[in-house]
């Protein structure tokens, strides 16, 4: 397994992932069109996020999206992982787990720009959040309000 940043050439895979992330555990319809757009926002300006492919064999397997977020309390940039998915065939093989170790492993080696990890996970998405438990997240400290026009 190989993680490595998402790029150009990565854009229709990962709109595609996410398409299947939504209706796998929200029973969402995305629309690729969008989604593929949104993507390609992100890959054209890093300052948007960046994504992480986790590579088996040269295939994509799995990927996240981190987003930063400044934190005045902190004085540094709280990491967020969005867009968590790993496909079917290579889910309870790792790649989760390797993919957020390399993001736990940007936040330990820079200390001083990164000061934490944070994620949201669907309530009905139980196999998600035994996962984020299993590797020592908790999702104790607060809980996630939004507002979508």
Excluded at 13 to 25: I, N
Excluded at 41 to 63: L, M, N, Q, R, S
């Amino acid at each position: 397994m190989k993680i490595r940043p998402g790029l150009f050439y990565d854009i229709e895979v990962l709109a595609q992932t996410q398409v299947q992330m939504a209706w796998e555990t929200e029973e969402f319809k995305l629309d690729l069109p969008t989604v593929t757009l949104g993507v390609q926002a992100v890959i054209d300006d890093p300052t948007k996020g960046k994504y992480w492919i986790a590579e088996v064999d040269g295939k994509v397997a799995g990927c996240l999206l981190t987003v930063p977020e400044w934190s005045d309390w902190r004085n540094g940039t709280i990491l967020w992982i969005h867009s968590v998915y790993v496909l079917p065939s290579y889910r309870g093989k790792g790649l989760y787990k390797a993919l957020y170790e390399h993001v736990q492993g940007l936040v330990k080696a820079d200390g001083k720009t990164f000061k934490g990890i944070r994620l949201y996970v669907d309530k009905r998405n139980t196999v998600a959040q035994e996962v984020y438990n299993k590797l020592g997240m908790n999702g104790e400290h607060y809980q996630l309000f939004e507002w979508m026009p």
